[in-house]
Nanobody
Framework: QVQLVESGGGLVQTGASLRLSCAASGGTFSSYAMAWFRHAPGKEREFVAAIRWSSGNTYYADPVKGRFTISRDNANNTAYLRVSSLKPEDTAVYYC?????????????????WGQGTQVIVSS
């Protein structure tokens, strides 16, 4: 049973940066894909970024390209999301999600492993 635990959220001002972490345990990640989603009040859960664990190939949603960076640390089974130049519209609960296999999907239904989420609030 894979467990994902996020951390690193907080209350920041517009333009600030944060590094979100997602620690994975309980599985093997040689063929695994991990993604970050966010869920803002009144909106559907939204794809943010994803990474293939084995190759490190990354994918981003258009609204965050150039501002967010996804990465992973193989030795520590941890994925990161560096969020920069934050805007109030980035305010949301950020979730990491994972799936076995290397395919990348942007819909939440394609991911079977989920963390509990970490809150990011950006004040104007």
């Amino acid at each position: 049973q894979v467990q994902l635990v996020e951390s690193g959220g907080g209350l920041v001002q517009t333009g600030a940066s944060l590094r979100l972490s997602c620690a994975a345990s309980g599985g093997t990640f040689s063929s695994y894909a991990m993604a970050w989603f966010r869920h803002a009040p009144g909106k559907e859960r939204e794809f943010v970024a994803a990474i293939r664990w084995s190759s490190g190939n990354t994918y981003y949603a258009d609204p965050v390209k150039g501002r967010f960076t996804i990465s992973r640390d193989n030795a520590n089974n941890t994925a990161y999301l560096r969020v920069s130049s934050l805007k109030p519209e980035d305010t949301a609960v950020y979730y990491c999600a994972g799936r076995i296999g290397s395919d990348i999907y942007t819909l939440p239904k394609n991911y079977g492993d989920w963390g509990q989420g970490t809150q990011v609030i950006v004040s104007s």
